[in-house]
């Protein structure tokens, strides 16, 4: 299984935001809603192997299971109106405890050290940075857990905590790219075997 | 210069559109924001060599130049105002005369015959398609210019100006992607000169 793992620094972490403005009102919530989008959608299609995890403030980590998601759609306001509903829901979330907030989306109160510790079980940590090695001298992993930060760079501690877990740091290619973006040539990546099956 | 054309089957024609329902409301006009999002942005940088333009309803063609651009912010809510913007202007595009309606942003009256025959002036045209040729087997021009459609499928009519004046035409992968993530990949293809630079 593929998995995506997206920092959100600013992003809310309580319902009380307006779907008008996803960007400055809700600390760039547009960003992780285009990386659910990038992380699921085909053409008229869902990746249904699939997993993908946000994590709000370093507070609550909200769990997208392609298999599961029955009411994503891929524009960016549906999806933030999906993340809200989940955070209204926040009082649920007791210890590390997942609730269902709508099909397939589960809201917990982790943060990222929590987060990163489920996915080292299950599956290979690789972190997407500038400076990692080019992505095809790297024999991808069989489950690949990709750690990516939104509009800004990891911080000290996250940045720590990955050279602790991930088994490759790697880059796309020589420009800096939007972690939605990122998440598309990363999927394209694997879903031509390394750019050799078309 | 590397270009991008997307038809916009469904798109509105006109401004009546409320930016809170951009996809049944608005004829998918999130698709082609995402496009516009994917075809400028790079983390914390635009690129300035790239032109896009968005054929709306086969009638009108609004042209997006990098180099110009100023007021373009990655969510799809503003890219839709600036489209909303433009099209409140739509009765000043005169002939084939262009408008600009915010810097950056042209509005002509053109449908996708007269806007390929712009693009076929100034570079090669290479049509993106499922059917085509793995990328890494063609040679990538050197001013390409990329054809994609929305969530439709090419016309029977746009297909058949695309089989006169593509040069090339090509698939990105075993998986149909949509828009803007194939203009993701089509610039991460070009980034790396094919995955060769990283």
Known sequence: MRQFIVIGHDAPADPDFSLDDLTGGAGRLDV??????????????IRED????????DEFTLRFEGSELR????????????????????????????????????LSRKGF???????????????????????????????PVFVLSDHRDFAERE?????????????LGPKRLHADHAIT?????????GYARY
């Open 185 to 193: 040539v990363a999927h394209n990546y694997l879903d031509t075997g």
């Open 113 to 143: 050290a929590a987060t990163l510790d489920d996915a080292v079980r299950e599956g290979t940590v690789v972190e997407l940075h500038e400076e990692g090695n080019p992505v095809v001298d790297v024999e991808p992993p069989e489950d």
């Open 32 to 45: 992780l809603c285009r990386c659910v989008n990038s992380t699921f959608f085909l053409s008229h299609a």
């Open 71 to 106: 009411r994503l759609n891929p524009d960016e306001r549906s999806t933030a109106a999906l993340i809200r509903k989940a955070l209204e829901r926040r009082d649920e979330a007791i210890g590390h405890a997942e609730v269902e907030t709508s099909p397939g989306v589960y």
């Open 159 to 171: 940045a720590a905590l990955l050279a602790e877990t991930a088994a490759a740091r790697v880059r």
């Open 50 to 57: 699939v997993r993908c995890r946000l994590v709000l403030r």
